[in-house]
């Protein structure tokens, strides 16, 4: 491929990031609502809080480290761009990854929970440190079942590290399929901590710590901290299904609404979890990450080999 | 009326302050959240931290150990940013305005901060939840375009 | 114990030690203690007659502070009522936090407001008063003037906006 074509791509994959996140943002916030018996938002709601946080004045704490507090947010949305763009290009030409993307594109899924470290531990605030050390406990819990569970994935069915290759390739066998239905539970359980909703939004606990790691947070900062919140909304499930449950294809009519389903089904499935659980504490967590999830992985990833 | 100004006219995050009430003002404000009244159809949700707000509702008479942290709390919230005083404590100081710890209505307290400052009353004690978001929806028109 | 054993206890070992004690109904008894003899009192109706203090009240009057700790007895539907004094303007009373640790916040509240002093407090700061709240000021005092009383009244009820209170 020509590199010429990476920078519109990047630009593409980028827009159609934003509005699914948006859109996804809004089904999140819309069933909710019906789960608590409300009308919720319209359908524009997410993008005007964006637009409206990008219009306010941004606010840097005398005590915050300047540098590190305005570039955090601008590394994760970056990390999520590459990803994205990752994500999208191998869905369109599935022969055009390489050997070793998923690792690639799970180092760069990373990085916006990092970049939320940085900027809470740059901003100068007791509370925001608590919640930066509570998302470096977080990260330290559940990136162990998530991997375990994606070589799970990967053993069942293609046994090759290529995004490409995953994307409709069946599991090989029953106790493979088990394994790899178990490995999503791991996984979904997993998306959950890493986009921060209830049970595990410990680091971003509201009432507790007023927003722990995001607390100075103002105006354009904010808006682009939020943004990346909704992009890993839509990425993430998407990852999710690429190496699951066999990626996307618009081929067909049926197809489409096949790959359409998918995808709104695990938002629901996300958005039903954060509905009907109370918030754990971080130690918590990361017994239930370590103690419980991790067995489960390992013996989805033992099931798989078989 | 530009894009800046709709956008915060449709999505205002509220910042909830009680600076000396006897409670039942934040009761009636907690109240819109709920799915009899539910203001999130109108973009209102709950900011967890000052900075983050768009609105200040303040319930309760400011009490002389609560003014200086209100003027401290009005500072911090990124303009631009209204200001919702709830009840007739925060309006006028209700009947406790002779008392001792009585510092000034709220919207005295906050003009000696900023004299700009766009600030709505919402009267009752405690006002309806109905009456709540009418003041907040009728405060959205004063915001400068 | 039944309510006639409880009466006949507080007769027994109150009567000497209290000026004058006041049956006013079935619920309510009142006992008058002098201030030396509050200490003992008090201790007698928690740890005998196994009372429960739910709250302590302050009265001003003319020359003195009156201080009343009010004991239930919830099985019998009886408060009894020790009523103790102190007189102005020295104000000093034992404590009775020393003899269990409910009765610490009230008593930091009595002295806030009402200008009580209390011996042997084990936390005698400030509980309810703003910290820059001048010292020596008690604004439950009956001689405390509100601004209405400071005759303010025609601009006290025209003005819209207030000042703020100066004791």
């Known amino acids: ?306 | 009326m530009g894009l800046k100004t709709w956008a915060l006219k449709k999505s205002i995050w509220l910042y909830h302050a009680n600076v000396g009430a006897c409670n039942n003002c934040d009761i009636e404000v907690v109240d819109c959240l709920t799915p009899r009244y539910d203001v999130e159809r109108f973009g209102m949700q709950i900011a967890e931290s000052p900075r983050h707000a768009d609105a200040l509702v303040v319930c309760g008479i400011c009490t002389r150990q609560a003014r200086p942290r209100l003027q401290e709390l009005y500072r911090q919230m990124a303009k631009p940013c209204l200001v919702l005083c709830i009840g007739s404590c925060a309006c006028s100081g209700g009947i406790f305005r002779p008392c001792y710890h009585f510092a000034g209505p709220v919207d005295k307290v906050i003009r000696e901060v900023d004299p700009e400052a766009i600030i709505a009353y919402v009267p009752g004690c405690p006002p309806k939840p109905e009456a709540i978001i009418a003041g907040a929806i009728k405060s959205l028109g004063a915001l400068p375009s | ?167």
């Open chain 1, 1 to 306: 491929m020509n590199p010429i074509w990476a920078i519109p791509l990047l630009v593409g994959a980028t827009a159609g990031t934003i509005v699914l996140g948006l859109l996804s943002k809004f089904i999140d916030r819309k069933v909710t609502a019906w789960v608590q018996w409300r009308k919720g938002p319209p359908w524009y709601q997410p993008a005007v809080d964006i637009l409206k946080l990008l219009g306010k004045e941004t606010v840097v704490p005398e005590g915050a480290r300047m540098t590190g507090f305005l570039l955090a947010p601008l590394l994760g949305f970056a990390a999520v761009c590459v990803a994205a763009t990752l994500l999208w290009w191998v869905h369109f030409n599935p022969e055009a990854g390489f050997t070793g993307d998923v690792i690639v594109v799970l180092y760069l899924l990373t990085i916006p929970s990092l970049a939320i470290i940085i900027g809470g531990s740059a901003s100068g605030n007791p509370l925001a440190a608590v919640g930066a050390g509570r998302e470096m406990k977080l990260i330290i819990a559940y990136e162990l079942p998530m991997l375990l569970a994606i070589l799970a994935a990967i053993a069942g069915s293609s046994k090759n590290f290529q995004l490409g290759s995953l994307i409709s390739v069946s599991t090989t066998g029953i106790a493979a399929t088990i394994g790899c239905v178990l490995g999503f539970i791991v996984v979904l359980m997993c998306v959950q901590a890493k986009l921060g909703l209830v049970p595990f939004d410990i680091a971003e606990a509201g009432c507790e710590i007023a927003s722990g790691p995001f607390i100075e947070y103002s105006g354009a900062p904010l808006a682009i901290l939020f943004l990346t919140k909704a992009m890993l909304f839509a990425v993430l499930p998407i990852f999710v299904i690429t190496i699951f449950w066999g990626g996307f294809a618009f081929g067909s009519i049926g197809a489409a609404a096949a790959s359409i389903g998918k995808y709104v089904l695990v938002l629901v499935v996300l958005t039903l979890v954060r509905n009907t659980n109370p918030r754990v504490r971080i130690d918590h967590a990361m017994k239930f990450f370590w103690f419980i999830m991790t067995p489960l992985a390992a013996l989805a990833l033992i099931l798989s080999m078989c």
């Open chain 3, 1 to 167: 114990m039944t309510y006639e054993e409880l009466l006949k206890q507080i007769e027994d070992r109150l009567g000497p030690m209290s000026e004058r004690i006041f049956n006013r109904n079935r619920k309510r008894i009142y006992v008058d203690i002098p201030p030396e003899h509050s200490l003992k009192a008090n201790r007698f109706v928690f740890e005998e007659l196994k009372g429960r203090m739910t709250t302590a009240t302050g009265r001003d009057t003319p020359g003195r502070i009156e201080v009343l700790y009010h004991y239930c007895f919830d099985k019998l539907s009886l408060v009894v009522t020790l009523r103790t004094w102190t007189e102005k303007p020295d104000c000093i009373l034992d404590s009775v936090a020393t003899i269990f640790p409910g009765a610490l916040f009230i008593e930091r509240e009595i002295q806030d407001i009402l200008g009580v002093k209390f011996h042997n407090h084990p936390d005698p700061r400030r509980l309810i008063l703003a910290d820059d709240w001048p010292e020596g000021v008690y604004p439950l005092r009956r001689d405390f003037q509100t601004r209405k009383e400071r005759n303010e009244t025609p601009e006290f009820l025209r003005e819209l906006t207030s000042e703020v209170t100066t004791p």
